[in-house]
């Protein structure tokens, strides 16, 4: 059982769960190289986070549970797969920049939907050249008795496939490619 690295400094995140947009505050707790203190609207806790493997031990003393196993793995960049108490949620976090940075760019470019942990592949929905959407699944990764469902990180065209219903994967594996296009290159 690791504790995190001391925060030195406040991080001011914007985090988008099922659509919904927060500005999320986390800030370090005086004297404590553990404990950060998480704020929204008009929401606020203390956490002491404990890193895992795969994720966090989170316990909030101020709140009506004592404690939880929260698991974070990356899937695609500014994106992450959330799981508590067997469900599992997409996030999208960013602290502003990469939001400009985004919109400055545009999305053109590959974007790999990844294996969010180490499972065995029961399903691949698509194949090189077919067109996508944000959000569409594309593969479906099964782990500790639980299927995965993995979703397209953007509106694009599959551009590679690199697995195959049977296969064994270790987390971060690149199962899907999508090459992103502006909406007008993909309509068909």
């Not at 960013?94 to 592949?121: F, K, N």
């Not at 993995?150 to 296969?167: F, H, K, N, Y």
Request: include cysteine.
């Amino acid at each position: 059982m690791t504790t995190m690295a001391p925060f030195r400094r406040v991080l001011r995140l914007h985090v988008e769960i099922a659509g919904v947009l927060r500005h999320v505050t986390v800030e370090p707790v005086a004297g404590d190289s553990s404990h950060v203190l998480v704020s929204w609207d008009d929401t606020r806790y203390v956490v002491n986070a404990i890193l895992r493997a795969g994720g966090f031990s989170l316990t909030m003393p101020n709140a009506p549970w004592a404690s939880r196993e929260v698991t974070c793995h990356p899937i695609a960049p500014g994106e992450v797969l959330l799981g508590l108490d067997g469900r599992h949620v997409r996030a999208r976090v960013g602290d502003g920049r990469r939001a400009r940075q985004t919109a400055v760019a545009g999305v053109d470019g590959d974007h790999a939907v990844v294996a969010p942990m180490p499972g065995r592949v029961v399903r691949v929905s698509v194949e090189p050249g077919d067109v996508v959407t944000r959000g569409q699944g594309v593969a479906a990764v099964e782990a500790m008795k639980m299927e995965n469902e993995l979703a397209s990180p953007v509106d694009g065209i599959v551009s590679e496939v690199r697995v195959t219903e049977g296969d064994s994967v270790e987390a971060g594996a690149v199962l899907v490619v999508v090459e992103a296009e502006l909406a007008d290159a993909v309509a068909p």
